[in-house]
């Protein structure tokens, strides 16, 4: 599966953005989809991942609550609507997808991941 994110721009501190991963090829929706950071001289930091189906949804300790995840498998696509941003969330996103039976502990890693997008740059002023 190919991978596109698009939607990063400048932003102002509480604004919202909301980010698209646009999935081409085979069977999108048999893989698991995350979303990662990585900011200037940072390790990347995992923002959050959903299941297949969209039942269940994981996110990193510094999102939760801002953040949410969805996706759409009939338009091939998900979503990382971002609201109260602030500067800190300032980092280049990336989307992946990983198949469905990655254990759960394993999707804080980057490496776990398959499948990765080009990344899409948000900025976020104070």
């Known amino acids: 599966v190919q991978l596109q994110a698009s939607g990063g721009g400048l932003v102002q501190a509480g604004d919202s953005l909301r980010l698209t991963c646009a999935a081409s090829g085979n069977s999108f929706s048999a893989y698991v989809m995350g979303w990662f950071r990585q900011a200037p001289g940072k390790e990347r930091e995992f923002v959050g991942a959903i299941r297949r189906s969209g039942g269940t949804v994981y996110y990193g300790t510094s999102v939760k609550g801002r953040f949410t995840i969805s996706r759409d498998n009939a338009k091939g696509a998900g979503y990382l609507q971002m609201n109260s941003l602030k500067p800190e969330d300032t980092a280049v996103y990336y989307c992946?997808?990983?198949?469905?039976?990655?254990?759960?502990?394993?999707?804080?890693?980057?490496?776990?991941?398959?499948?990765w997008g080009q990344g899409t740059l948000v900025t976020v002023s104070s």
């Open positions: 992946a997808a990983a198949p469905q039976s990655t254990i759960v502990s394993s999707f804080y890693t980057a490496r776990a991941w398959t499948f």
